[in-house]
């Protein structure tokens, strides 16, 4: 059975909080002299003298409304990628403990393992890109405290098999992070709804990819009250900016426009395909469920070389194990791809 307390690191359990001024008085005033801020304003229209809510309640409130999760199930982070640092920091004694990754997949997970001294058990995907559950289920021993998988997959664009996921989510005692930063784009349901099912279960998601908020940095965790509280103890206390929130508020009332985006995205996706199937150094696209895609090529390094002269960078995926020859390329607007597919065809002159 899982048991937060069986895996949470001990100078956590016992850390005190820091405690900021906007902890100590919650409510309405009048005078605040209580922050160090200053008094008179910020050298701005917009104003941003004061600290920011440093648990962002109107941002977690409308993502409540979107996501249908409940607010104390929701933790935020400067980017998904201070999400994964939060967590190794709460869960992996330095030195000490392990986590699971399964390769090819996103980058970060490893970067921060090292940042933070935790030792990774790389268990690679099989060729179909789907999880080794045997592997996986061998590499696993007291002190593994966490698996990631990112689905749908990145680089390689599918979904990883929900029943392979649930078998983990049930016999595994550690944390299950499932990164979901591209299930917008995905055929596949979200895991956020089973989390009344699985203590074990964190869904990672982000406004950086389908809501076009790369550069504002919010990234979202959704998990238990208790996995959620610990978080929110060991994030730096004001981690999203004030500008950040704001703007996210106003951007979280776009969702008509967002989806319009997602479904714009999946028709060039679909026609990508079918334009790049026609070239003789294509050899495979690999199905995705995301807003790129993995193409694997005769020639990597050449066509990545040659597009690079045309202004057009796609990401050279070919060194990376299970990846050779491939090149990932996200889905542009029209005539963004229009340019792309152009460009290919004057390969070879
Ligand atoms: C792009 C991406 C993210 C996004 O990270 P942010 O820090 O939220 O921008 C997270 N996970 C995966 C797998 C990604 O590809």
């Given at each position: 059975?899982?048991?937060?307390?069986?895996?949470?690191?001990?100078?956590?359990?016992?850390?005190?909080?820091?405690?900021?001024?906007?902890?100590?008085?919650?409510?309405?005033?009048?005078?605040?002299?209580?922050?160090?801020?200053?008094?008179?304003?910020?050298?701005?229209?917009?104003?941003?003298?004061?600290?920011?809510?440093?648990?962002?309640?109107?941002?977690?409130?409308?993502?409540?409304?979107?996501k249908?999760v409940?607010?104390?199930?929701?933790?935020?982070?400067?980017?998904?990628?201070?999400?994964?640092?939060?967590?190794?920091?709460?869960?992996?004694?330095?030195?000490?403990?392990?986590?699971?990754?399964?390769?090819?997949?996103?980058?970060?997970?490893?970067?921060?393992?090292?940042?933070?001294?935790?030792?990774?058990?790389?268990?690679?995907?099989?060729?179909?890109?789907?999880?080794?559950?045997?592997?996986?289920?061998?590499?696993?021993?007291?002190?593994?405290?966490?698996?990631?998988?990112?689905?749908?997959?990145?680089?390689?664009?599918?979904?990883?098999?929900?029943?392979?996921?649930?078998?983990?989510?049930?016999?595994?005692?550690?944390?299950?992070?499932?990164?979901?930063?591209?299930?917008?784009?995905?055929?596949?349901?979200t895991f956020i709804q089973e989390l009344?099912?699985?203590?074990?279960?964190?869904v990672?998601?982000?406004?950086?990819?389908?809501?076009?908020?790369?550069?504002?940095?919010?990234?979202?965790?959704f998990?238990?009250?208790?996995?959620?509280?610990?978080?929110?103890?060991?994030?730096?206390?004001?981690?999203?900016?004030?500008?950040?929130?704001?703007?996210?508020?106003?951007?979280?009332?776009?969702?008509?426009?967002?989806?319009?985006?997602?479904?714009?995205?999946?028709?060039?996706?679909?026609?990508?395909?079918?334009?790049?199937?026609?070239?003789?150094?294509?050899?495979?696209?690999?199905?995705?469920?995301?807003?790129?895609?993995?193409?694997?090529?005769?020639?990597?390094?050449?066509?990545?070389?040659?597009?690079?002269?045309?202004?057009?960078?796609?990401?050279?995926?070919?060194?990376?194990?299970?990846?050779?020859?491939?090149?990932?390329?996200?889905?542009?607007?029209?005539?963004?791809?229009?340019?792309?597919?152009?460009?290919?065809?004057?390969?070879?002159?």
């Amino acid at each position: 059975m899982f048991d937060i307390n069986n895996i949470l690191r001990k100078n956590i359990k016992n850390l005190v909080p820091y405690s900021s001024a906007r902890d100590e008085f919650k409510g309405e005033a009048s005078v605040y002299l209580d922050a160090n801020e200053n008094a008179f304003g910020s050298p701005l229209d917009q104003q941003y003298n004061r600290y920011p809510d440093p648990l962002q309640y109107a941002v977690k409130k409308r993502l409540s409304e979107i996501k249908g999760v409940p607010v104390r199930n929701i933790f935020l982070g400067n980017g998904s990628d201070e999400a994964i640092d939060v967590l190794f920091r709460s869960f992996c004694n330095p030195g000490i403990d392990n986590v699971i990754l399964v390769p090819p997949t996103y980058g970060m997970y490893q970067v921060s393992a090292n940042i933070n001294d935790i030792e990774t058990r790389n268990i690679m995907l099989t060729a179909d890109y789907q999880l080794n559950l045997e592997g996986i289920a061998e590499a696993i021993d007291e002190r593994t405290k966490m698996i990631f998988i990112c689905s749908p997959n990145n680089p390689t664009g599918n979904s990883i098999n929900r029943a392979d996921i649930e078998t983990l989510l049930v016999n595994f005692n550690g944390i299950v992070v499932i990164d979901e930063a591209y299930i917008n784009f995905s055929r596949q349901k979200t895991f956020i709804q089973e989390l009344t099912e699985y203590a074990n279960l964190i869904v990672l998601q982000t406004l950086s990819k389908a809501w076009g908020l790369a550069g504002l940095r919010l990234g979202m965790a959704f998990a238990s009250e208790e996995i959620v509280a610990v978080m929110n103890k060991v994030k730096p206390p004001y981690n999203i900016n004030d500008a950040t929130q704001k703007l996210v508020l106003e951007a979280l009332q776009q969702v008509d426009q967002v989806n319009n985006w997602i479904k714009q995205t999946l028709t060039e996706r679909d026609q990508l395909v079918l334009n790049l199937k026609k070239f003789d150094f294509v050899l495979d696209i690999y199905p995705s469920d995301a807003n790129f895609i993995l193409v694997k090529t005769t020639d990597a390094n050449g066509i990545y070389n040659h597009l690079v002269s045309q202004g057009i960078i796609v990401r050279n995926r070919s060194k990376v194990e299970l990846c050779e020859g491939c090149l990932r390329i996200t889905v542009g607007t029209p005539n963004e791809n229009s340019i792309l597919i152009n460009a290919l065809k004057n390969l070879h002159n």
